[in-house]
């Protein structure tokens, strides 16, 4: 018997890491069988540390990368092979303002951030025959509970003081543009990357 389509407010849980090839695509095949697709794509994975680059790994390297970008490229990848013959679908990534600006300590973690938005823009024009959009966020800092452990109160302090509210975004402040950009009120905008910032000029 065919699986029943989900229905609106419905939720299944699922947990897999974009880091194994094998995860993703049972994931994706999931979200075909249980909820008869998937309309959209939120890419939020990602992970950092603080590091000189005289002072890195390769291993740090590689992690880093292999997270928030190459698990971004796989998500994207598996994803447009089912949505692509449907003729319809949204994905949004979540970049960061470091793809375009530097900050030390952050080499691995910026380079994967502008590797999304050149991945964003890239896939956004292969799909777009398609009926597929692809854009990304670019925060420039979310007060999240993993940042709030893995960053120190004075790391913290000085990146909230370049912001002009004087504070990090709160996490729905980025999701409000998420889901703008998901919505059909986005439906002209394809494989832009769009700053949720309130950073000094």
């Known amino acids: 018997m065919p699986a029943k389509p989900a229905l609106a407010g419905s939720a299944r849980p699922a947990v ?15 979200a075909e069988s249980v909820m008869g697709g998937t309309d959209v794509l ?25 997270v ?19 003729g319809r679908g949204v994905i949004v990534n979540n970049a960061s303002v470091l793809g375009w600006r530097a900050q030390a300590e952050q080499a691995h973690y910026a380079a994967a951030k502008a590797g999304v938005m050149a991945l964003t823009r890239c896939s956004a024009l292969e799909a777009a025959p398609f009926g597929v959009r692809i854009n990304a966020v670019a ?16 790391l913290l302090d000085e990146l909230t003081s370049k912001e002009a509210f004087g504070r990090g975004a ?32």
């Open 16 to 30: 897999a890491t974009s880091a194994r090839e094998d995860q993703v695509q049972s994931l994706v095949g999931a």
């Open 42 to 66: 939120i890419n939020n994975a990602g992970l950092g540390t603080s590091k000189l680059v005289v002072e890195m790994g390769d291993d740090e390297w590689h992690k880093v990368i292999d």
């Open 68 to 86: 928030t970008l190459t698990g971004t490229f796989r998500m994207t990848r598996a994803m447009l092979k089912a949505m692509q013959p449907r």
């Open 139 to 154: 925060p420039s800092i979310a007060v999240h509970a993993f940042l709030k452990k893995s960053a120190s109160e004075e």
């Open 170 to 201: 709160e996490p729905w402040e980025v999701a409000n543009v998420m889901v703008f950009l998901a919505s059909d009120y986005a439906s002209y905008m394809t494989g832009e990357v769009v700053s949720v910032s309130a950073q000094h000029a």
